[in-house]
């Protein structure tokens, strides 16, 4: 049997990428992206773990759920 070379390898990839792309990607919108700043903000290890903990149980970042936070706290 012959030995594929590393170049067959990513060829077979990027054909696999290539034919399925389209039922992948198909409709799929890019995301608005809106200028964003960085606040740094010093809380409690305990109030850190909290929002951890909160951030698996929904599987979001601690960074969304702290912009979620803040735009329904400022409405």
Same mark, same amino acid.
């Given at each position: 049997?012959?030995?594929?070379?590393? %170049?067959?390898?990513?060829?077979?990839?990027?054909?696999?990428?290539?034919? %399925?792309?389209?039922?992948?990607?198909?409709?799929?919108e890019p995301?608005?992206?809106?200028?964003k700043i960085? !606040?740094?903000?010093?809380?409690?290890? %305990?109030? %850190?773990?909290?929002?951890?903990?909160?951030?698996?149980?929904?599987?979001?970042?601690?960074s969304e !759920? !702290?912009?979620?936070?803040?735009?329904?706290?400022?409405?």
């Amino acid at each position: 049997m012959a030995e594929k070379n590393m %170049n067959d390898y990513k060829q077979d990839e990027q054909d696999f990428v290539y034919e %399925n792309s389209n039922s992948l990607w198909e409709g799929l919108e890019p995301e608005e992206r809106r200028p964003k700043i960085r !606040i740094n903000v010093d809380v409690d290890v %305990n109030l %850190n773990d909290r929002l951890a903990e909160k951030a698996r149980k929904l599987n979001k970042s601690k960074s969304e !759920i !702290i912009r979620v936070l803040l735009d329904r706290a400022l409405d």
